[in-house]
């Protein structure tokens, strides 16, 4: 098992054509001449060509690395797209310390990669994924469970690789689409700066003082169950359950990654369309059904408070809406759209599997994210909808409305909920106990 912090390498942008920014303080270039200031990084020749404000130019270098030499510099990267694919999608200037490597990949443009340390990346990770102003408990909590990921993560990388299954193609044939996504599988970087993995953003926003006391509080601390530091998922809101890991990625049951009740007092699993059907449209009790706006604003940053309705939402699409929908995420043309019927659920009520009946092609989906993204121009809140059809009297369909519960996939810590648990008194290493139930807390370095 780990003994010493890791450096990582990741993936701040990628396919850019060109890319500016600006080093903050001397740096090292290949290992040879100290730069500093504005500079901009193109394509000429495959191979890569710097221009420097000071009018100094390298040319022909088939990999750029910039190695910091304070501890104290750091570099600013123009137009960093984030939120890549959701719905608050959009570019900002960001600024990271550590080195920075730039890479051309034939066909595939110039990837930016930060080099850091582990508990330097989480310092930002806690702050970019809440609010300076969040509970001290919940920092610590999230520091927990981002660095046991993380760590999981680069294991799991080493050991296996995505499963083909997971990216087959469709075809003419294909009558079932069963798809997830593994976050290894990144092949120049440990991991990408987005949601994808961890939403990363440097030290754009600043480290809180907050949040590097949840680092130095927590350092080196990991969820370990049975020897093996724990693979600890998390998202933003369950809607009152959380659900098994292999509804959402490989068929493989873990342990402290099963369905629980997010909540003081028993909500029993989904079991039927009924049950799924009740849970959705009503507002049960649960850490996470919270609309107070000081909650929110301590633990959701500026973009994330523009969803409100996580809870419980609901969206609808006329037939023609949704058959473009198809046809664009997915390359389906079903014809006349009929009917969407849920064939299988998790205890949380998200699908695994959902049947797609149209006049010229019917095809069934899965799992959860695959799910969200065909049936939305980015990506569904979760998958823990039902759905209703407005028919005409001849029974073809004109309108799909889908009531849902939950934003994110539901497996693992539920991050609102564990607001609202700080929020309440409850100590970080309660919890991480809460949402991963038989991992224990140890410190490896």
Same mark, same amino acid.
């Given at each position: ?30 290992? $040879? ?20 404000? $000071? ?11 910039? $190695? ?62 809440? $609010? ?31 499963? %083909? ?13 069963? #798809? ?7 092949? =120049? ?64 049951? =873990?342990?402290? %990654? ?12 989904? #079991? ?22 000081? =909650? ?29 929908? %198809? ?12 009917? %969407? ?13 959902? #049947? ?67 929020? #309440? ?21």
């Amino acid at each position: 098992m780990l003994s010493h912090e890791p450096t990582l390498s990741v993936g701040i942008l990628e396919g850019y054509e060109e890319l500016r920014g600006q080093l903050e303080g001397s740096f090292v270039l290949n290992g $040879s001449r100290r730069v500093e200031g504005p500079f901009t990084c193109a394509i000429g020749n495959n191979n890569l060509h710097i221009v420097f404000a $000071s009018g100094e130019t390298v040319t022909d270098l088939p990999d750029v690395r910039f $190695s910091p030499v304070a501890q104290e510099s750091s570099f600013l990267l123009e137009d960093v797209t984030i939120g890549v694919k959701f719905h608050w999608e959009r570019k900002e200037q960001q600024r990271f310390r550590g080195g920075l490597r730039v890479v051309l990949r034939p066909g595939k443009g110039l990837t930016a990669i930060n080099v850091v340390s582990l508990e330097e990346y989480l310092a930002s990770v806690i702050s970019s994924e809440m $609010s300076a102003s969040a509970p001290a408990e919940l920092l610590r909590a999230h520091a927990i469970t981002s660095r046991s990921w993380l760590v999981a993560m680069l294991e799991r990388a080493r050991l296996v690789h995505a499963p %083909l299954e997971a990216f087959s193609p469709i075809t003419p044939e294909t009558t079932e689409v069963i #798809r997830w996504y593994s976050r290894e599988d990144h092949d =120049i970087y440990d991991v990408c700066a987005d949601d994808h993995c961890q939403r990363y953003q440097g030290i754009s926003k600043g480290i809180s003082s907050a949040a590097a006391e949840a680092i130095a509080s927590t350092r080196g601390v990991f969820l370990v169950h049975e020897n093996t530091v724990c693979d600890a998922r998390y998202y933003k809101a369950c809607g009152g359950l959380t659900d098994n890991f292999p509804n959402s990625w490989e068929e493989t049951d =873990i342990p402290y %990654l099963r369905s629980i009740a997010d909540s003081p007092v028993t909500h029993p699993p989904i #079991r039927s369309e009924g049950e799924a059907e009740r849970w959705v449209l009503s507002s049960p009790d649960a850490y996470c059904n919270t609309k107070d706006p000081a =909650i929110l604003r301590q633990i959701l940053l500026s973009f994330d408070q523009e969803t409100t309705d996580f809870y419980r939402w609901h969206v609808s699409y006329t037939r023609e809406e949704l058959e473009a929908l %198809l046809q664009k995420k997915a390359g389906l043309d079903v014809g006349t759209l009929m009917d %969407l019927v849920p064939l299988q659920r998790g205890p949380s009520g998200r699908l695994v599997r959902l #049947r797609i009946v149209g006049t010229q092609r019917t095809l069934t989906v899965g799992k959860d994210l695959e799910i969200r993204r065909w049936l939305s121009p980015s990506h569904l809140y979760s998958s823990a909808f039902i759905v209703r059809v407005e028919r005409r009297e001849d029974g073809m369909a004109l309108k799909f409305t889908l009531h849902g519960a939950g934003w994110g996939h539901g497996v693992g810590l539920c991050q609102i909920g564990a607001a609202v648990m700080a929020v #309440r008194g409850f100590a970080a290493e309660e919890i991480v106990r809460h949402y991963f139930r038989g991992a224990e807390l140890r410190k490896l370095y």
